[in-house]
């Protein structure tokens, strides 16, 4: 049978590429799940996807409400999940003010990490269901999380701190609006959340891996500098961010490039190896990729992972 792969936020850059990229092998199904229906149909037509390899199934992360609704369905559609990939985010480097989630966290966190933490400890059941030869469990990082890279020591640096914001909800009433417990900085909440994600892997490769046989993954994909993801950055920035990681840190990927990466973590049978954080080098060759001390730190990603599970209502 065809492989099933929920890949959330597919109506664009990244998602959409790893999208037509497995739809195109004739093996897979993919689930795209989206927030917006009729954007992601466009989306699937214009990059040539064919009706019989993709469904579009509703889905906002920053809703734990939809995400709810969203596991109930696709169980009801008694489709097997056999790779689940949680890709979708937001990044609001410009934004003054924070947002909020329907249940009042913040924005950038909520939707990346919390949404994503309830969605997959959802569907961890159906992933373990699988008879599937590989299933896999895949959060989509960065190197922006990472402070041990060139990239990674941009100010405003990601810093979790002692989870103190965390802690209190998120919610700029009675706790931070970030994570350390500091004032709302937009880029720093979108760093922050992608440390989680990469904390949360391994904290799945750990608590899961070996009862459930499942692949639990992080990947950097590479600088994909054309995606919607800088749609929110001031236009000299989006002007001049492609040319220059395209010239000078030539750390540049397509979106077709990064999409067929992302594909590869998805289903190549040599990248079966759990607990990971794959990253491609110049040749466009895998390698294992080190994480840096904070997105590494054990004992932070079961702090991370017992004060998300208070959050999202599932302790
Ligand atoms: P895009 O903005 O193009 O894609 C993000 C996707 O997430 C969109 O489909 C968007 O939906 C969706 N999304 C946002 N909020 C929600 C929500 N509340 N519920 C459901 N879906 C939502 O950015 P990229 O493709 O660049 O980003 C994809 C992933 O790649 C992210 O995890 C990002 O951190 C990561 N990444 C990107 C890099 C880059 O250089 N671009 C580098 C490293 C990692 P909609 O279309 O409706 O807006």
Redesign the pocket.
Known sequence: RKGSVII??????????TAKALAETGKWHVIM????FL??ER?AKSAGMSKENYTIMH?????LD?VRQFVDSYKRSGRPLDVLV??????QPTAKEPSF?AEGFE?SVG??HL?HFLLSRLLLDDLKQSDYPSKRLII?????GNTNTLAGNVPPKANLGDLRGLAGGLNGLNSSTMIDGGEFDGAKA?KD??VC?MLTMQEFHRRFHEETGITFAS?????????????EHIPLFRLLFPPF?KYITKGF?S?DE?GKRLAQVVSDPSLTKSGVYWSWNKASASFENQLSQEASDQEKARKIWELSEKLVGLA
């Open positions: 959330t936020g597919a109506s664009s850059g990244l998602g959409l590429a799940a989206c927030r917006d954007k992601a989306a889905l906002d992360l920053a809703s939809s949680c890709n979708a985010a937001v990044y989630t924005l939707t990346n949404g989509v990082g960065s190197i922006t979108y959340s992608k994600n990947l950097y994909p590479g600088c994909i500098a054309t995606t919607g993801l800088f749609r990681q990927v979106e990064a």
